[in-house]
T-cell receptor, first 115, second 112 residues
Framework: DTAVSQTPKYLVTQMGNDKSIKCEQN?????MYWYKQDSKKFLKIMFS???????INETVPNRFSPKSPDKAHLNLHINSLELGDSAVYFC??????????????FGSGTRLTVV | GNSVTQMEGPVTLSEEAFLTINCTYT??????LFWYVQYPGEGLQLLLK?????DKGSNKGFEATYRKETTSFHLEKGSVQVSDSAVYFC???????????FGTGTSLTVIP
């Protein structure tokens, strides 16, 4: 059983399109996250949700909109895709927002390529 | 504020060599410290952690000791293998537990 699963694994799309990435966790965790990893492997947090409530919203273009229908799912919708959005996007989760003791569990990533 | 600084890579070692990847941190309060590993084409996996000063985290032959006096959490392995080739991330969890702070990652390549 995959703990944190993301779909799709690869996404190639044209500039200007709208796309979504889905994330589901079966760990019973309360907090989920979206991270963006650039070509130099640098990880930047984008959003964090705790039990469906947005708790972290970093400086991200408003073309990016997270949606959490329930605490096991956190989807990422991106409007009007740009070349600079090409990256690997990681979903992660942790229990109760208390990553202090447990750390995060990451999904395997979605490699987005905008052409 | 909170931050993590890792040694820059890439690092290339021969099999069975000794590995050290330096990590220092800045934090308020009492953070927890982690090392994550990312194998090619995969997500990040927790390698080891330490939740208080002087704790030693260990896994798969890797070790790191939480040193409060030097604000460091250096990753070490006595004898690396080709299969250890990956990107290693040092990370800090704030004592409020709300956010992780990742280092920039260090790419390790082990050659036979």
């Amino acid at each position: 059983d995959t703990a944190v699963s993301q779909t799709p694994k690869y996404l190639v799309t044209q500039m200007g399109n709208d796309k979504s990435i889905k994330c589901e966790q079966n760990l019973g965790h309360d907090t989920m996250y979206w991270y963006k990893q650039d070509s130099k492997k640098f990880l930047k947090i984008m959003f964090s949700y705790n039990n469906k409530e947005l708790i972290i919203n970093e400086t991200v273009p408003n073309r990016f909109s997270p949606k959490s229908p329930d605490k096991a799912h956190l989807n990422l919708h991106i409007n009007s895709l740009e070349l600079g959005d090409s990256a690997v996007y990681f979903c992660a989760s942790s229990p109760d927002g208390q990553s202090l003791n447990y750390g995060y569990t990451f999904g395997s990533g979605t490699r987005l390529t905008v052409v | 504020g909170n931050s993590v600084t890792q040694m820059e890579g890439p690092v290339t070692l021969s099999e069975e060599a000794f590995l050290t990847i330096n990590c220092t941190y800045t934090a308020t309060g009492y953070p927890s410290l982690f090392w994550y590993v990312q194998y090619p084409g995969e997500g990040l996996q927790l390698l080891l952690k330490a939740t208080k000063a002087d704790d030693k985290g260990s896994n798969k032959g890797f070790e790191a000791t939480y040193r409060k006096e030097t604000t460091s959490f250096h990753l070490e392995k006595g004898s690396v293998q080709v299969s250890d080739s990956a990107v290693y991330f040092c990370a800090l969890s704030s004592n409020t537990g709300n956010q992780f702070y990742f280092g920039t990652g260090t790419s390790l390549t082990v050659i036979p």
